[in-house]
């Protein structure tokens, strides 16, 4: 970037020139005011702004950077200048990591973790909170989402897979509340900001291609992306638009056990029994049901497309529209193979093996390769499914703003729509052989080869299945917000309304098909590949290299069967049919409040919620159809609650800053939940039910922190909070009697593997299901800290972001809260100089409890988890650079087990992954420089008279203020200037420059205002000009005795007209008056 320089000029020419460096440093929060201030011009102490902080923050946002660590240094200065605790990261740090979305931009701020069950992050962690408990918002506005997995019910933890990074100005994290702020949110609420057209210079364009090779699955896809800004010569349209294609291949692979039984259920089987009364086996004894091995494969596309128009006519009015879409393809092929190891019979099990400690971990069953298996054989089962999901979601947003002389209003509008036709299509055959079995090695075949035969894979009894998922999600929303500004302690009261409805439906049926045949008959055979690496050494090749068939040749065997499309299954129906909205009305007052080295807010916030839900409830009957009239039901149900909350901020301007904060906060359980039905899975009979009535979660959250700012675009940081929640909803697990839909869909595998075996299910379809049901289960508590550090090292090029979090989260009767980590872990040591970067990022967190995007999921833990990523990148030149990325290194295992790690239940691994992208970007040239001229020579003096002092000139023309700005005590002059700031904050550098390069120059500072606003408010704002300009130059080295006056003019002597807009803003501004020797001289604005 180049930046239009100011004329500095002495006798002798001079042109001062800016390293990138600097460069990337005038754009960072500015070091604190020296101390030593002339009694006569006092600084101001730092205040609150008297300005909306979603505002504040945007403007910051419009500074630009270059560099990694110049991002990191604007991050600090949007964090510091709000009074809740917030982090931040720009799209400049954005683009310097290997993100592949949203999601994965936020690892490295403290206290937040991020989910990567399928490799990439999709779900975030705020301070040990379910993801649930976090909402986020696009612009300030909610998005519509649904999850693409067929299973996948609709939550609130937004799934940020949908959001390419590259459509991200900033994105702002919020760990305490304020009430201006949409309620839901337990832990944190997070605003992704896009770009506004404005902001940029015109016919800023950047572009990208590049590849992602997922090495599991041995296959790159390509991704590219273009953006591209246009605005009026006049500043007042400009329209940027941000397009992105992306692609990966994900071959996850994995080993399930869905549930355990009681070994006391089989004690009939002579070997069972005989084991217990010799004693090597208890009756107490646990013993997994299954051992699956798992390939998923699914080729992700996603392309987007945002376009954000603005109109400004006047410094007063603004207009904005945006339109996002986003289409991605999930479609993936799924293939597991079961080895039932309880779910056999009672005379099929041979022998067992205990450890000792409470669970079996191996044993043999007898097939029919077993000459002395009397008994029915053992079977195993191998399901394909073949899933096509594309998930399409659009939004539309219009917002619009007026500001008075002390007043502002702005008001928001929009919808959102996501839809997913989703489809399905499933095989499943038997295999009879014998196998020995352990949880660590799966199934090990008596018959080698007859397992790798597709012709012993039998279908005859079993049905194909054509399964249709469609789901809707569909937002409406407004708001609108006014604020009144004042000059005194209370700066600024802000207050508006807001109207939210979100709306899920579910509209699915499956159809059945008998079509007798072997795997043999399907298509072409291969043997998978899976389970090879180190996470699953010495898994069993009987499993691990099963027979395959291609997805095409499943789903073209399975459209050939001789389906009824006129009778779909009735439980498919029944429990598939539902839809639930939640209305949110809201309105709040907020006071903004600061004197002196104190600022923050108070408010509160007044939240009305109507969740309505339909849906077919059959109770304990066998669903049927079509349903009886009184299982269709519709549950009404509203909530009131007040939300007070307050932040409260110390910072006299020096390097520490101190922070309280304390807010009454809500959120809510998954919408699925509020449904009085009960879903059931027929194969791990387990199911969930709903429960109409569930209140919200509620929680009291306090929080203190201490920043210290000690060196320029440095921080070291402690944060203590304490959420006392008092209303926590938790599942609680209960049998249930209910019909089994394996019954009517698959009653050769209900026959062998369920009836009279398992879940004590009987000859009419019922068995015994262990049901979830979210439930209020009283208080809970999140307390814990979080330290973060962040410094550059000098002109070295090297730096370091670390952080470390402290989150314990139970229940009052001692249960772990869902994706409570006790311990995560952030490091990235990184090295940034000439056109050469590099950084490592280290992550950890601790074992958390997960099992499901539910805060109230079936317990299941996941280990302790680390992710190790690298990333380098070199600049050609100031347009083209090139970056390699590479995620996973260590090929970490998603790890996840019940009470104990003795009882494991599933592990997956992903791969590493490896990026290239080739950038580039550019920007309009700055204005052409003007060669300083050097004066003509003096004329000869006297010789008896001494030579006069050099004359010096110090132009600050072309650097201008924005319209009101600076509010009253805001200090950080970046934000008040006019975009672009950085070539503002470079000719401001050059006059501290100028300044200290001739001691014997001093200047009088006089700050200017246009004609608009009454004339006590100009002269006040010309005031806090001049101000702000002095600050800043004696906190860049200028000596406080060189400034011999700050005055505040108002609107006189104006350089423009003030009848346009261009005018005015040239009238907003500072000169310096030379003062050299008792000579004065007027040298330009600012």
């Not at 006071?591 to 304990?620: A, C, H, M």
Request: proline share 7%; glycine share 8%; aromatic share 10%.
């Amino acid at each position: 970037m180049k930046f239009r320089k100011g004329t500095l000029s002495a006798s002798i020419a001079t042109a001062l020139l800016f390293a990138a460096t600097a460069q990337a440093q005038t754009t960072a929060n500015p070091p604190p005011t020296a101390t030593g201030s002339r009694q006569a011009q006092p600084a101001q102490a730092v205040q609150a702004p008297a300005q909306a902080k979603k505002q504040k923050m945007q403007q910051l946002a419009t500074i630009q950077v270059t560099g990694f660590r110049a991002s990191l240094g604007k991050s600090l200065a949007m964090q510091r200048i709000t009074d809740a605790t917030t982090s931040v990261v720009t799209a400049e740090g954005i683009g310097k990591f290997p993100n592949t979305n949203v999601a994965e931009a936020m690892v490295l701020m403290p206290g937040v973790t991020i989910d990567r069950r399928f490799g990439q992050g999709d779900r975030v962690s705020i301070n040990g909170t379910d993801p649930n408990l976090n909402l986020t918002f696009l612009d300030g506005h909610p998005m519509p989402q649904i999850d693409w997995l067929t299973a996948g019910s609709p939550d609130r933890g937004f799934d940020y897979s949908i959001l390419p990074s590259g459509i991200v100005g900033t994105i702002q994290v919020f760990k305490t509340s304020e009430a201006r702020l949409p309620s839901g949110s337990l832990g944190g609420t997070i605003i992704v900001h896009t770009r506004n057209p404005l902001d940029l210079k015109p016919n800023t364009f950047s572009a990208s291609i590049g590849d992602v090779y997922n090495e599991q699955a041995g296959k790159g896809k390509p991704n590219a992306s273009v953006f591209y800004s246009w605005k009026s010569a006049d500043s007042t349209f400009g329209v940027d638009v941000a397009a992105a294609h992306y692609g990966e291949q994900i071959n996850r692979q994995g080993r399930e056990i869905f549930s355990y039984s009681k070994v006391s259920a089989f004690a009939k089987n002579p070997s069972v029994a005989a084991e217990i009364a010799n004693g090597t086996i208890k009756p107490t004894d646990l013993m997994p049901a299954e051992i699956n091995a798992a390939n998923f494969q699914q080729t992700r596309k996603r392309n987007s497309l945002l376009v954000n128009l603005q109109y400004k006519p006047t410094d007063r009015l603004d207009f904005g529209l945006s339109g996002l879409y986003v289409k991605e393809s999930y479609n993936n092929f799924n293939q597991s193979m079961y080895a039932f190891t309880s779910a056999t019979g009672a005379s099929s099990i041979t022998s067992l093996t205990s450890n000792g400690q409470g669970f079996i971990t191996g044993g043999h069953s007898c097939g029919v390769d077993t000459p002395s298996c009397t008994a029915s054989p053992v079977d195993t089962e191998l399901d394909n499914g073949v899933r096509f999901s594309t998930v399409t979601t659009t939004d539309v947003h219009l917002d619009g703003s007026y500001r008075g002389d002390n007043w502002g209003v702005k008001g928001q509008v929009g919808e959102g729509r996501a839809h997913d036709n989703g489809r399905e299509y499933d095989i499943s055959a038997l295999y009879f052989g014998g196998y020995t079995w352990s949880t660590a090695q799966g199934a090990v075949y008596d018959s080698p080869q007859a397992v790798r035969d597709p012709a012993n894979w039998t279908m005859d009894n079993l049905s194909n299945i054509i399964s249709h998922t469609p789901r809707r999600n569909k937002v409406r929303y407004g708001t609108l917000d006014f604020h009144v500004d004042f000059d005194s302690f209370i700066q600024q009261l802000l207050f508006g309304f807001q109207y939210e409805n979100n709306k899920h439906s579910l509209n699915a049926s499956a159809y059945t098909a008998i079509r007798p045949g072997t795997y043999a008959d399907i298509g072409p055979v291969s043997y998978t590949d899976i389970l090879d690496n180190s996470s699953f050494t010495g898994f069993s090749p009987g499993q691990a290299q099963h027979v395959q068939v291609p997805a095409s040749a499943v789903e073209s065997w399975v459209l050939g069967s001789p389906f009824d499309f006129s009778a779909p299954n009735p439980g498919s129906v029944i429990r598939g049919t539902w839809s639930i909205a939640q209305r949110t009305e809201a309105a709040y007052a907020q006071l903004d409040f600061g004197s002196g080295p104190i600022r923050g807010d108070v408010g509160v916030r007044f939240v009305k919620d109507r969740l309505e839900s339909t849906y077919y409830n059959p109770g304990t009957f066998a669903p049927t159809l079509p349903p009886p009239p009184s299982w269709l039901q519709t549950s009404h149900s509203t909530y009131d609650n007040v939300l007070p909350s307050f932040n409260l901020v110390y910072d006299n301007g020096g390097d520490v800053v101190y922070r309280l904060a304390a807010a009454k906060v809500i959120a809510w359980a998954p919408y699925p939940n509020f449904l009085g039905s009960t879903s059931l899975n027929g194969v791990t009979l387990l199911g969930n039910a709903g429960n109409p009535e569930l209140k919200p979660y509620k929680s009291y959250n306090y929080s203190a922190s201490v920043e210290w700012y000690f060196a320029p675009q440095s921080v070291l940081s402690f944060t203590g909070f304490y959420d006392h929640i008092i209303n926590y909803i938790s599942n609680v697990v209960v049998p249930d009697r209910q019909f089994n839909g394996l019954f009517t869909t698959a009653p050769a595998l209900y026959n062998s593997a369920y009836l009279g075996k398992i879940g004590n299910c009987d000859a009419k379809g019922f068995c015994d299901f262990a049901v979830a049901q979210p439930t209020s289960i009283g208080g809970g508590a999140i307390k814990g800290f979080s330290i973060a550090y962040q410094q550059p090292f000098g002109h070295t090029g090297f730096g370091l972001l670390a952080n470390y979090t402290y989150a314990l989260g139970t229940t009052h009767v001692g249960f772990a809260l869902p994706y409570n980590s006790k311990n995560s872990i952030s490091l990235s040591p990184y090295f940034e100089k000439g056109p050469f970067n590099a950084r490592l990022t280290y992550n950890f967190r601790s074992k958390y409890l997960a099992g499901g995007y539910s805060a109230s999921a079936e317990p299941a833990t996941v280990s302790n988890y680390t992710e190790l990523d690298f990333t380098t990148g070199w600049a050609f030149n100031k347009h083209w650079s090139v970056q390699l990325s590479a995620l996973n290194l260590l090929n970490e295992a998603y790890d996840l087990y019940e009470i104990t790690k003795l009882q494991p239940v599933d592990k997956y691994t992903n791969g590493r992954r490896y990026m290239a992208t080739l950038h580039f970007k550019w920007e309009p040239p700055a204005a052409p420089e003007v060669e300083p001229v050097a004066p003509p020579p003096p004329p000869p003096a006297p010789e008896a008279t001494p030579p006069p002092p050099q004359n010096v000139v110090i132009d600050l023309r072309g650097v201008n203020f924005k319209f009101d700005r600076p509010k009253q005590g805001e200090t950080s002059i970046g934000s008040t200037l006019q975009p672009p700031a950085s070539e503002s904050l470079a000719v401001l550098n050059q006059a501290a420059d100028t300044l200290n390069r001739y001691p014997q120059v001093k200047v009088q500072i006089d700050g200017y205002t246009d004609s608009l606003g009454n004339p006590r408010y100009n002269l006040a704002l010309s005031q806090r000009r001049a101000r702000i300009v002095d600050e800043y130059l004696t906190s860049h080295g200028v000596d406080p005795s060189r400034i011999t006056a700050v005055k505040g003019l108002g609107d006189a002597d104006p350089v423009d007209t003030n009848k346009t807009a261009a005018g005015r803003q040239r009238n907003r501004r500072v000169e310096f008056k030379v003062e050299q020797d008792g000579t004065d001289r007027n040298q330009g604005g600012v």
